[in-house]
Antibody, heavy 120, light 107 residues
Framework: EVQLLESGGGLVQPGGSLRLSCAASGFTFTNYAMSWVRQAPGKGLEWVSTITDNSDNTYYLDSVKGRFTISRDNSQNTVYLQMNSLRVEDTAVYYC?????????????WGQGILVIVSS | EIVLTQSPATLSLSPGDRATLSCRASQSVSSYLAWYQQKPGQAPRLLIYDASNRATGIPARFSGSGSGTDFTLTISSLEPEDFAVYYCQQRSNWAITFGQGTRLDIK
């Protein structure tokens, strides 16, 4: 059974940093791209970032470029999102998503989500 | 950025009805479009990928069609568990975007 478990969320002041983690199990982690998607309270879904299976390529939403960094540790089956210079508008539930085989930009499994609140 | 516009914003139907949800892209996305279902307090669930392929475990009452800029998600006969928010998503050139969602309510 595929499982994705996010951790590392919480309350942070504007300008602060957080690192989210997503621990994966139930599939061959090294074969799949992984992504982060967020959802602000009461709003729709917004893609944030993707990392390819071998970490050769990373992609970002324009508004997080230069502030967020996605990475992965294939030995630990874990993907990370380092978030720096956080803004109030980054407040959201952050979901980890597994890329679908052959269609990496679609997400066939999702974690339960982790809440990040940026507030003073 | 490719903008996806979903219509209607809200759709009120009864169990057993047929639901037709639309998604229009601001430029062609070929067939690189997916549909997701999201229920309150839950993560989204992939329903359809590449415009018309059902994801694993998705019932046959869900179907997708379209290509280029106009796409449709059809639910042939609504079950009580189908009332939720539905999002379309495109993946062109790794500038991934979602539509704003269609809320499917019980009439």
């Amino acid at each position: 059974e595929v499982q994705l478990l996010e951790s590392g969320g919480g309350l942070v002041q504007p300008g602060g940093s957080l690192r989210l983690s997503c621990a994966a199990s139930g599939f061959t982690f090294t074969n799949y791209a992984m992504s982060w998607v967020r959802q602000a309270p009461g709003k729709g879904l917004e893609w944030v970032s993707t990392i390819t299976d071998n970490s050769d390529n990373t992609y970002y939403l324009d508004s997080v470029k230069g502030r967020f960094t996605i990475s992965r540790d294939n030995s630990q089956n874990t993907v990370y999102l380092q978030m720096n210079s956080l803004r109030v508008e980054d407040t959201a539930v952050y979901y980890c998503g597994k890329g679908r085989h052959g269609s990496s930009g679609f997400f066939d499994y999702w974690g339960q989500g982790i809440l990040v609140i940026v507030s003073s | 950025e490719i903008v996806l516009t979903q219509s209607p914003a809200t759709l009120s139907l009864s169990p057993g009805d047929r639901a037709t949800l639309s998604c229009r892209a601001s430029q062609s996305v070929s067939s690189y479009l997916a549909w997701y279902q999201q229920k309150p307090g839950q993560a989204p669930r992939l329903l359809i990928y590449d415009a018309s392929n059902r994801a694993t475990g998705i019932p046959a009452r869900f179907s997708g069609s379209g290509s280029g800029t106009d796409f449709t998600l059809t639910i042939s006969s609504l079950e009580p568990e189908d009332f939720a928010v539905y999002y379309c998503q495109q993946r062109s050139n790794w500038a991934i975007t979602f539509g704003q969602g269609t809320r499917l309510d019980i009439k």
